[in-house]
């Protein structure tokens, strides 16, 4: 059977998604808390506009980028009752529509564990690590083996069910990521691992990119 596509699934569910996650993760303030004022920051994988909120207390500028269109028109409403300023834009994660060393603080947290294969998901690292530029800084999360709902020491492709008001259930494709294997997909691609951790059953990194621009050609 083909695995559910994540562009698809989302716009199907992205009212009721959305209307689930409405704070920050802690992890995300934390990060952008840490963080010094920057010109351009970017949100890969925006959903409903709630890290891209958090990133506008930082940056002068926020792209917020996602596949879904559905998510986008929820972030939109967010930005509108809200007040905060950021640009929509609907795209891939494995080809950004922004040009190189243009990005001064990221974040890409729930959303690589839904590309496919390993070799998408190392592009979209690497496509990360293109557009930060020198010194910046990025956070990355992903769900992983150590989450309790999990059984494995190994990363997996899987679906998780996402459950309508109406009991409709839409299944979703992740891949669940053990620590080590995220690290692996890291160092496989063009960016810089500045610190590791877990957290609430996720990995995280802190990265930057390579200095030298060959290696990430």
Sequence with gaps: MPRPDPRTTYDRIAEHFAATREYPWPEV???VADADPVV???DVGCGNGRHAEVLAR???GVVALDASRGLLRTARGRRAERGFDADLVQGDAATLPLRDDCVDLAVYVATLHHLR???TRVRSLDELARVLAPGAR???GVWSTTH???DADEGFDTTVDWTLPDGETV???YHIYDPAEFERDL???ALVTHETFRSSGNCYAVVGRSGSRAAQT
Aim: net charge positive.
């Design 29 to 31: 303030e934390s990060f």
């Design 40 to 42: 351009l920051a970017l």
């Design 58 to 60: 930082r940056a002068d």
């Design 117 to 119: 294969p390993r070799a």
């Design 138 to 140: 990025a956070l990355v």
């Design 148 to 150: 309790d709902r999990f």
């Design 171 to 173: 299944p979703r494709y």
């Design 187 to 189: 160092s496989a691609s």
